[in-house]
């Protein structure tokens, strides 16, 4: 089999830890696998680097940024081959200019455009496992580029999407992918198998086991992907394609997002385009909009309230007061203490009252809900911060998810 | 004038120093100079690197390596592009591969075969500070390579020769090319100027202020190069084309070389080709053998002895045995403990008797000659390691350097 791993940063926080991924690494070579290995710079590497450039100056150049912090992954893979060769493997470390992984020129969150397999297959064909450096790319011009944070994670499922291997295995340090962050739900339970629409909702309702481009690369690429533990030999999360042997469980999990922020203009002016205006420059600087709520006013104008994610709430406040004045809206306003929880689940196509029964459950604990969206297998409310963990325990408990799932046979 | 400035480790150890940095280079672009700037990793970097690698295994793979370690170079860059950036001054981080600095496939001692300047002459003429990784290149084949120790002194003069800059800036920890080195002679001066030869000279006899392989490329490109400190504004030593005006000093320096070791092959048969059989290895391992001296014996045979970089002698040893085992010589020994001794000036060319007073001077000294190499304008002498301090002290002393030399017009 051709199987791509990604190793996160924490399997990969000191030189002891790299050497017992180089031992499983080898274990599968042994067993006649080929590999393709990325990996993500140790554990706090990638933040030492950011504080370094945001002691300089809080705006640094983007392109220095990504330069800078590509660094700990090129260590890493470094490392990891050195130690691979040294245990007797072939082994070849190659960073995202040499493969190349071709990105578009939004630093800091690049997005990939197309992975050329020469370079790879040359590698793999002699034998050798290829240890690739996660998270960077290049754009046609040469300049590093960094797909932001979990980027070794879309790295990993790109690769494997691109040189059509069997499996892509995403090593992390929880074992799977869970009904609720078990840090907040003490009786949460590991999910044996997700269907990729699953896996995608979750992610993108903030559960940060694996990133949401990787989950969408994997449905589009139909790449199966093995969430697990680097630090056991327990098996994880299978996410694959939905079949007929799934369950289809009413709720698969129950997922928060604090990194939520909301933006409300106030007294927009009912006007053809204006919600162009608004919304195209934030799009152009790759920010993305979750949720939006527009209401009418008896004056005509109207209020929008939408929500971005916190990490990006400045830079999308400032090009939103730009557009206020340029269209007379009345004023804006802005909130960080909200967070998103939601309910996922594949069952949701064919069992009417689940959403209510979610609102149902939040109202009864005094959960106040301001926004709503829903898709097909998913439904997401904004509350008061405040509320995160109990909304999530009292959801966890009323969809029944406080018992273990039944493993497939 | 287009200037080419190179920093070393010390002069960007951390934050604070390389905004120092940012505030010279940007004096220089406020006086209209275009700026080409080397750095550096910073202190230390390089050497907790390359013990990361050496603590997996005593011989990482060189291709990697080079990879681990030119991460130093690349988070400077990034670093100090970001402050000047920040400090509202255009500028560009290049790594190696970008500009790209081709070399040759001698991992950790890789040599620059070309340098295109389409891509500095394009950010140049954009107004823009060129900051530049040092110390790295690429192959063809597109792998990182570094130049070795003092590899950023040579990236800074082939730049500054490729693209024909009117002067050269070695920024470092000392004030320039002393007499001799200040912690061993107290009395040790500043020489203002140096002929490339001379400079040369001293480079390959010890004196560690300029790499020897820049030295070279600054004297066949005429490349002037000005060796000055970081932390203040006095001027350096400038090394320059010897001219009629540059005084032409007996003896401009006494310096000493301890990364110096002995190996001796004896009783080597008496056969045509035997030197290439001996020599040609350790050639192509890119190993400089030093000096050599072979002796004939009565029963035909020969001993052979020549020194190579300490840092080199395993290495140099492994290859030696095994063609000392091949050609039946009778036995192989080696030494650590010499050092070597070397007096340099220009004006040996016309005055006789200068080696003679060497010789006479550590003699008088107790300090015996093991083995003597000389060119027009430098006598060395290999002796033992512990007598290292005492000789280059008597002979800054015979040859009148106690004196400060007098500063040109």
Not at 91 to 96: F, R
Not at 153 to 179: H, M, N, Q
Not at 219 to 243: C, L, N, Q, W
Not at 282 to 292: F, N, T
Request: net charge negative.
């Amino acid at each position: 089999m051709l199987i791509v791993q990604k190793y996160g940063g924490t399997s990969v926080a000191d030189l002891e830890k790299i050497r017992k991924v180089a031992q499983r690494v080898a274990r599968y070579k042994d067993q006649g696998h080929d590999l393709v290995v990325v990996v993500s710079a140790m554990a706090g590497e990638t933040d030492r680097l950011l504080s370094l450039a945001y002691e300089i100056t809080p705006e640094p150049a983007p392109r220095e940024l990504d330069m800078l912090v590509a660094t700990g992954e090129q260590v890493t893979s470094a490392l990891l081959s050195i130690t691979l060769q040294a245990q007797g493997y072939p082994a070849e470390a190659l960073l995202g200019y040499q493969i190349p992984i071709y990105t578009d020129e939004l630093f800091t969150r690049a997005r990939i455009q197309e992975i050329p397999t020469e370079r790879l297959r040359k590698g793999l064909s002699q034998g050798k496992i290829i240890v690739v450096a996660g998270f960077q790319g290049i754009t046609p011009e040469g300049d590093i580029t960094t797909l932001g944070r979990g980027g070794s994670d879309t790295t990993a499922v790109a690769l494997a999407a691109a040189l059509r291997a069997d499996l892509c295995e995403i090593f992390t340090d929880v074992e799977g992918v869970y009904t609720a962050d078990p840090r907040i739900v003490s009786q949460a339970c590991k999910i044996p198998r997700l269907s990729y629409e699953e896996m995608l909702e979750l992610a993108s309702a903030g559960a940060k086991v694996l990133d949401i481009r990787a989950v969408e690369l994997a449905m589009v690429y139909k790449v199966p992907v093995h969430v697990r533990s680097t630090f056991s030999e327990a098996p994880g999360t299978i996410i694959t394609e939905e079949d007929e042997e799934m369950e289809k469980v009413l709720v698969s999990g129950v997922t928060y997002n604090r990194n939520e922020a909301r933006i409300s203009l106030y007294g927009v002016p009912d006007q053809p385009g204006v919600a162009a205006k608004i919304f195209g420059p934030i799009a152009e600087r790759g920010i993305l909009v979750d949720m939006i709520i527009q209401t009418g006013r008896p004056d005509g104008k109207a209020d929008l309230t939408f929500t971005v994610p916190r990490t990006t709430l400045r830079e999308a406040l400032k090009l939103v007061e730009e557009v206020a004045q340029k269209i007379g809206a009345e004023r804006v306003e802005s909130s960080e203490a909200i967070s998103k929880v939601s309910i996922v689940g594949a069952g949701m196509r064919t069992h009417a009252g689940v959403a209510s029964k979610m609102f149902e459950t939040l109202a009864r604990h005094g959960v106040n809900i301001m926004m709503i969206s829903t898709s097909e297998i998913k439904v997401s409310c904004v509350i008061d911060e405040k509320y995160t963990e109990l909304a999530v325990r009292a959801l966890h408990e009323a969809f029944g998810l406080d018992q273990p799932p039944q493993e497939e046979k």
